[in-house]
């Protein structure tokens, strides 16, 4: 497949602060290639870069095999995580107005109009002012705005943030079916990992304005590759916790997260009652406690953590 | 990126949002009316206005003050309470009374003294807009009674300067009077240098030096008969010496002649000379002491005339004493008279310089008259011509003294109300702050809410999108511009509706205006983080501008600067082309290349601007 964007080695620094630092990532064209990565990871920065928004310090970039340009942009639809619509204007309306933007008028305009407000089923809502929409319908007619030039590549960000699950999941039907049915490379930005897991056939893990890691959904899992326990406690002194549980034989790594205390081995379940032995005679009462095979959460808390903290391996605790 | 759609679309923004839409349409509108109402009417500008009154003097004078004020205002008279002065001052400064005027006790008395009178006005000039009405007008009743009390004060000075021109007629004849007079002086003045020039004092030395040589003459005559004198006087005494012996002898001879007297009486009486014998001799004897007596008489009569003799010398030896005496009294006389002679003299030198004095000072005398002949025909030169001075003075006419230059305003356009001057301010205000309000705020809007995000992922040109912004906001406004036109038109009558290229002038005007102010709002837009900033920087572009267009403060009062920027504004330029339609009724389309040209440098700034919004 030919490569839809290639992106090497982007350097974007603003005052203060480098967001983007020998980024380098190829997108093969169809499917929808999945974004990961923590706020300000540098996600953004690059889509705004692909999209034109913003120009890189140093690096390269191509769409297509080419460099930027303007004609070149016109082939990216872009779908904002927050609904870019005007309220006062119909459903219809917003979409002509987006097409315009790209020099679709007139008949064209309209039938493209009908189309996605159908495929989005938003038919019924086609003269309804945008602000009387629901959250998940707007969504959909944000998708649509983007979509209205029939762009070749399509990129959401975080198009499910905010809505209720049901919502979320008929979305990603419309995201599955926009994919399919207008042929073009969606990239999606997304904190749901179920979420990158369920749409994406690839995914990059952004941290620290790099890609960290990339590959597909199975791929990435079996860099994580072990059995994982995690476990809640109280009071969660979990730093004094992992010298104590990493001299359990058959432990691999200890890794301290937001969301408790991680623990890798290849038969984890098998160590669960010293595990919570250790707790005990530390005087942590387990409130939480999970086993299971690594999910593509766990992949991205693995490496992003491993990568905030590097340093902290010598000693066998990885936060 | 098409322009249609870009206006359609904000078109409908606009109009789909209802409190806007009413706003925009309905606030101009009242605005509008409510100032015409206001402002739309001709009246003196503190008529309605309410001024509290001390009047201490209560006088001819205050009434005079007070009745060129009671026609044009309201005036409560506060003069029956007591300190009424504070009470109206007090008044003013709680707000209760706008201004109070206070006549001072001896307001009149003062005036008619010459002194200027000090009428003190309160004014609470808290209210700007009334309190320079105010003073004003106050200064101008004071303009007013001045002008009254002046013209009475110059008539009585005009028929002062009458009399006193009369007078100085008197005083002309006087001066010529004089000047015969002073001719005459000068005249007998020289008749008597003249007679002082002929006095010939050497005669009068002449005749002193002959008296003085007689009087020499007559020192060595009495010195030669005081010597005669001496000379008979020892003579005399040399006689009276030898009388003095005949007498002693003639004494001796009649003292012998008694004895030889006695002698015989005795020898007689010896004798009876009864007896005949003795009879003859008794007779001798007897005639023998007759011939002794006789001899003695005889010499007794030689005594008495030598004793008369000796008195006769003693007498005239008086009288040479007296000679003598008088001889020396006139030789001191003729001392004396030689001495006299001698001042005589000093006093004919003294005289002679004396004379030649007078004669100088006469000569000063003369010409000091010549002068005074010279300058009373000056005077008469100088009372002539203040005289026609006088008379050319007191033929004006005192009021035109007062007041020498009457303003005759020529009003050109008619009665004209403050409205007519605001309206071609209000149009172009109005639109300013709508177009600054309306293209910050709605691009804030849409830069909020992601759209402007969307269009930029468009890769829309910034300068084609800034350009088609401007003018797609502008065209959304046209309608409010057209309402304006309309109203200005129709309702105030600024310009005649019928005429097309008026009409089309005044809406150009406004479209201009427009386009500026919505590529400033534009601009604004780009910097605020928010509709509230972007309202409030439009507000401070709005309001210097509007404070800097004329409207509320003259250009030629404020500094050259200012002043400058003000008129190079985009809102003024607006104005004065507004102002030359519904003013002037003469059309100037200086403005419009000016308003253009804000328009595309803000667009172009915008577009540059662009940039900015991440």
Redesign the interface.
Same mark, same amino acid.
């Given at each position: 497949m030919a490569a839809v964007v290639e992106a090497e080695n982007l350097v974007k620094i603003f005052p203060g602060k480098v967001t983007l630092y020998n980024f380098s990532l190829n997108i093969e064209e169809g499917g929808i290639f999945g974004l990961l990565g923590p706020n300000g990871a540098g996600k953004s920065t690059f889509i705004r870069i692909l999209t034109g928004l913003e120009s890189a310090d140093s690096g390269k970039i191509n769409l297509y095999g080419k460099p930027l340009s303007k004609e070149s942009a016109k082939k990216i639809g872009v779908a904002p995580q927050e609904n870019c619509v005007y309220p006062l204007l119909t459903c219809v309306e917003n979409l002509l107005y987006f097409g315009s933007l790209y020099g679709v008028t007139g008949k064209k305009a309209m039938d493209n109009a009908v189309r996605l407000l159908n495929e989005l089923g938003l038919a019924d809502k086609k003269n309804t002012r945008a602000g009387f929409l629901s959250g998940g319908m707007k969504r959909r007619l944000n998708l649509a705005c983007a979509l209205m030039h029939e762009p070749k590549l399509l990129i959401l960000d975080e198009p499910t943030t905010g809505l209720d699950p049901t919502t979320r999941r008929n979305m990603w039907g419309v995201v599955n079916k926009i994919s399919k049915e207008n042929k073009a490379t969606v990239i999606l930005t997304t904190h749901y990992m179920e979420e990158a897991e369920a749409l994406c056939y690839r995914i990059a893990f952004v941290n620290n304005g790099q890609v960290v890691a990339e590959g597909s959904t199975e791929e990435l899992k079996k860099m994580a590759g072990k059995q994982i326990a995690r476990m809640v406690s109280v009071p969660g002194d979990y730093e004094s916790l992992g010298p104590l549980l990493k001299k359990i034989p058959g432990i691999e790594s200890i890794t301290v997260t937001e969301a408790g205390i991680v623990v890798e081995s290849d038969e984890v379940s098998s160590k669960v009652s010293e595990i919570t032995r250790i707790f005990t005679k530390k005087g942590e009462k387990i409130v939480e406690l999970s086993v299971s095979k690594p999910s593509l959460e766990d992949v991205f808390l693995k490496i992003t953590g491993a990568q905030l903290k590097k340093e902290a391996v010598k000693g066998g605790l990885k936060k | 990126?098409?322009l249609r =759609? #870009?206006i #359609?679309?904000d078109g /409908?923004?606009f109009f789909? #949002?209802g409190r806007t839409l009413v706003l925009l349409f309905a606030v101009p509108i009242i605005v509008l009316l409510v100032l015409g109402g206001v402002f739309g009417r001709t009246t003196t500008e503190i008529s309605g206005t309410s001024l509290g009154l001390c009047d201490l003097d209560n006088s001819t004078a205050s009434g005079l003050f007070l009745s060129g004020i009671v026609n044009n205002t309201k005036v409560l008279d506060y003069s029956n309470q007591s300190v009424c002065d504070s009470f109206v001052r007090k008044e003013v400064i709680e707000g209760r009374l706008p201004a109070a005027i206070v006549i001072p006790e001896g307001f009149q008395s003062g005036i008619e003294k010459g002194a200027s009178q000090n009428l003190t006005v309160y004014i609470d000039n808290s209210r700007t807009t009334t309190s320079p009405s105010i003073e004003a007008f106050m200064k101008a009743a004071v303009q007013d009674t001045g002008q009254k009390i002046g013209a009475q004060f110059i008539t009585s000075v005009w028929a002062r300067l009458d009399d006193a021109g009369i007078q100085l007629q008197g005083l002309l004849k006087d001066v010529a009077q004089s000047r015969n007079e002073s001719q005459r002086v000068k005249a007998r003045l020289q008749e008597t240098s003249d007679s002082l020039s002929s006095i010939n004092f050497s005669i009068v030395n002449n005749e002193l030096n002959a008296a003085n040589f007689t009087i020499d003459k007559a020192l060595a005559s009495m010195e030669s008969a005081e010597s005669n004198l001496t000379l008979i006087e020892s003579r005399f005494a040399g006689y009276d010496e030898e009388l003095k012996q005949n007498e002693a002898d003639l004494v001796d001879i009649n003292n012998t002649l008694g004895n030889a007297s006695a002698y015989i009486a005795t020898a007689k009486a010896g004798l009876n000379c009864s007896d005949p014998l003795f009879v003859a001799y008794c007779f001798s004897l007897d005639s023998l002491n007759a011939s002794v007596g006789s001899a003695q008489s005889s010499v007794e009569e030689r005594i008495e005339k030598v004793r008369i003799a000796r008195a006769d010398l003693v007498e005239a030896n008086q009288t040479i004493q007296s000679f003598k005496r008088d001889i020396i009294s006139a030789r001191a006389g003729a001392g004396d008279a030689k001495n006299r002679i001698e001042n005589m003299r000093q006093f004919v030198r003294d005289l002679e310089t004396s004379r030649e004095n007078s004669l100088a000072t006469i000569l000063d005398v003369e010409d000091s008259i010549d002068q005074i002949i010279t300058k009373s025909y000056d005077l008469e030169n100088i009372i002539s011509k203040a005289t026609v001075q006088i008379k050319e003075i007191t033929s004006r006419n005192p009021q035109s003294v007062v007041s020498p230059i009457i303003l005759s305003p020529n009003k050109l356009f008619g009665e004209r109300t403050f409205f007519d001057f605001l309206l071609p301010s209000l149009l172009p205000m109005i639109l300013m702050f709508v177009s600054l309000f309306l293209s910050s705020t709605s691009l804030v809007r849409e830069k909020n809410?992601?759209?402007l #995000?969307?269009? /930029?992922? =468009?890769?829309?040109n910034s300068l084609e999108f800034s350009a088609k912004k401007v003018i797609s906001v502008a065209v959304v406004l046209m309608p409010e511009a057209v309402l304006l036109t309309l109203i200005a038109s129709l309702i105030y009558g600024a310009f005649s509706a019928v005429d097309a290229g008026t009409v089309f002038f005044v809406f150009e005007t406004l479209a201009l205006l427009i386009l500026a102010f919505v590529a400033i709002g534009i601009v604004i837009a780009i910097y605020s983080e928010s509709e509230a900033t972007a309202f409030l920087a439009s507000l401070v572009i709005g309001l210097p501008l509007l404070f800097l267009s004329g409207l509320v403060f003259p250009f030629e009062f404020m500094p050259t600067a200012i002043s400058a920027v003000g008129q190079a504004s985009p809102l003024t330029q607006a104005v004065f082309s507004l102002q030359s339609v519904m003013l002037y009724k003469s059309p100037q389309a200086i403005g419009f290349g000016i308003l253009l040209l804000y328009a595309i440098v803000f667009t172009v700034i915008a577009a540059v601007s662009m940039r900015r919004i991440?």
């Open positions: - | 990126m098409d =759609s #870009e #359609e679309k /409908k923004q789909r #949002e809410n992601g759209t #995000e969307r269009i /930029k992922l =468009s890769r829309v991440r």
